[in-house]
Structure formats: structure tokens, C-alpha cells
């Protein structure tokens, strides 16, 4: 298994800065793409960046030139960078895995438990 813990989120005043971090634990080597995807309230989940295996970066036009999405391979985790925050941005971020399909390695994907991101003003 593939487990993920999030970190990083919390209150923050428009155009404030968060950093969010998903570590990944377990079988780590499966892992074939991060992705950060958000859901706010009555509103359809969305997918906020995503990075794959090569480091090509993918943003939804909402956040682009707002948010980094980036990956420390050391430590097993991806970052997701948030600058000039705005009310809009307030949702449940979520972290998601997908995982290679060759043997040995588990069924995903693997979500996080989400952080809760809220922009006042």
C-alpha cells in the first residue's frame, strides 16, 4: 500500500502564501504521478496541479502563475506552493497517487484525508 499524509493547511488572509506537503509512505517506488485536486463546498472536486514521473506539471487555469506544484524525491513527498490566495481558493485540498500496474505493485490510487484551506476577505 501507498499511504499519504498531508500537511499544511489553515487560515490565511487573501494573498497570503500556504505550503502544502503530501508525504507518501509504503511502496513508494509504485508511485507514477502526484496530483493536488480541491473541492469546495457544493461545488465538484477539481484538479489543481499534478506532476508526473518525468516532472512535467500540469495547472488549472484558475491557479496558473499562483501555485507550484513541485516534488522532493528524497523525502518522498510534493509540495504545493500557494501565493496570492484568494477567497476562491478556500476548499478541501486533497492529495492523490497513481500507481505503476506491473507486479508487486498495489491497486490504486491512493488519496490523502485532505487539508482544509480557508482565504478570508
Known amino acids: 500500500q501507498v499511504q499519504l499524509v498531508e500537511s499544511g493547511g489553515g487560515l490565511v488572509q487573501a494573498g497570503g502564501s500556504l505550503r502544502l506537503s503530501c508525504a507518501a509512505s509504503?511502496?513508494?517506488?509504485?508511485?507514477?504521478?502526484t496530483g493536488w485536486y480541491r473541492r469546495a463546498p457544493g461545488k465538484a472536486r477539481e484538479l489543481v496541479a499534478d506532476?508526473?514521473?518525468?516532472?512535467?506539471?500540469t495547472y488549472a487555469d484558475s491557479v496558473k502563475g499562483r501555485f507550484t506544484i513541485s516534488r522532493d524525491n528524497a523525502k518522498n513527498t510534493v509540495y504545493l506552493q500557494m501565493n496570492s490566495l484568494k477567497p476562491e481558493d478556500t476548499a478541501v485540498y486533497y492529495c492523490?497517487?497513481?500507481?505503476?500496474?506491473?507486479?508487486?505493485?498495489?491497486?490504486?490510487?491512493?488519496w490523502g484525508q485532505g487539508t482544509q484551506v480557508t482565504v478570508s476577505s
Open positions: 506532476i508526473t514521473s518525468s516532472g512535467n506539471t
Open positions: 492523490k497517487v497513481d500507481l505503476r500496474t506491473y507486479y508487486g505493485c498495489p491497486n490504486g490510487p491512493s
Open positions: 509504503g511502496d513508494t517506488i509504485c508511485i507514477s504521478a
